[in-house]
């Protein structure tokens, strides 16, 4: 039902799988990480809401971050939305931009 809900707002539903592969066709054409003051917002997240956008960022779904971070996934889902709400995102794909833009995540981490 999420989904529906989802698409009937307009948006779109990206799998991690197809994030993930985006990433490394992409990933040569990224800026280079750059040693200034963190971008604008990034200061605004937990040290936890920083970890689950790393993972959001390669690719992961809900559960996989959970089974890794050792959560619910209703408290993944809780972090990825406060990241979207203090980032002024609109959703994951607006987040894995703004991690790889901001260099928080890089092609390759783990």
């Known amino acids: 039902m999420q989904a529906i809900r989802i698409v009937a707002a307009g948006d779109a539903i990206v799998a991690p799988s197809v994030t993930r592969r985006l990433l490394d066709r992409f990933a040569s054409r990224l800026p280079a990480v750059r040693d200034e003051a963190p971008p604008p917002g990034l ?18 779904s809900n559960a996989e971050i959970a089974a890794e971070l050792v959560v619910s996934e209703t408290t993944v889902k809780t972090h990825v939305g406060n990241v979207l709400a203090k980032l002024g995102l609109r959703d994951r794909v607006q987040a894995v931009v703004y991690a790889y833009e901001t260099g928080l995540s890089r092609p390759g981490q783990s």
């Open 43 to 60: 200061d605004t997240l937990t040290d936890r809401e920083r970890e689950v956008l790393a993972h959001v960022a390669r690719g992961q």
